[in-house]
């Protein structure tokens, strides 16, 4: 079965500003929307900091997840992907793939040195999903250091 995310082109800008603005360190983001069947609709986004500050690995403090899930609560959606950046091609480290096993949503990896986008999804192996690139508004929120709403 093939899985789909959906996301906005906008959204994808802005994911590619906030991953090149944080080099040389990866970036990280939760993808938040509905989940349909076969596709993954990304309706918004909550930005955060990768408390590991590397290159090559990222973590995210409970409190600034608890805070991601909880506007997710709020605005009826869900937790549908987890979005980091790596300073190589878009494609899951080992470390990624332990991951996840553990955490079985989508996950959109965008590459700062070739400026691409894969995704990917843990189902008895790593899968590829397609990346459908729409039109539309999204807003994004950022946690960590301060928590911001933006509406574009």
């Not at 605005?75 to 793939?97: C, T």
Request: charged share 20%.
């Amino acid at each position: 079965m093939l899985k789909i995310l959906s996301i906005g082109r906008n959204t994808l800008g802005r994911l590619a500003k906030f991953a090149d603005d944080a080099l040389p360190m990866e970036s990280c983001a939760l993808l938040l929307g509905k989940e349909e069947y076969t596709t993954d609709t990304v309706h918004d986004f909550v930005l955060l900091k990768n408390n590991d500050q590397s290159k090559y690995s990222f973590s995210v403090h409970s409190r600034d997840l608890f805070h991601a899930y909880q506007k997710a609560s709020r605005s009826g959606l869900s937790v549908i992907g987890i979005f980091h950046s790596h300073p190589s091609l878009p494609r899951p480290s080992e470390k990624d793939k332990k991951f996840m096993e553990l955490n079985p949503i989508v996950w959109l990896i965008y590459s700062t040195l070739n400026h691409k986008y894969s995704a990917f999804l843990y189902s008895d192996g790593i899968i590829p999903v397609q990346i459908n690139s729409i039109q539309g508004m999204r807003r994004s929120t950022s946690l960590g250091n301060k928590t911001t709403s933006l509406t574009f």
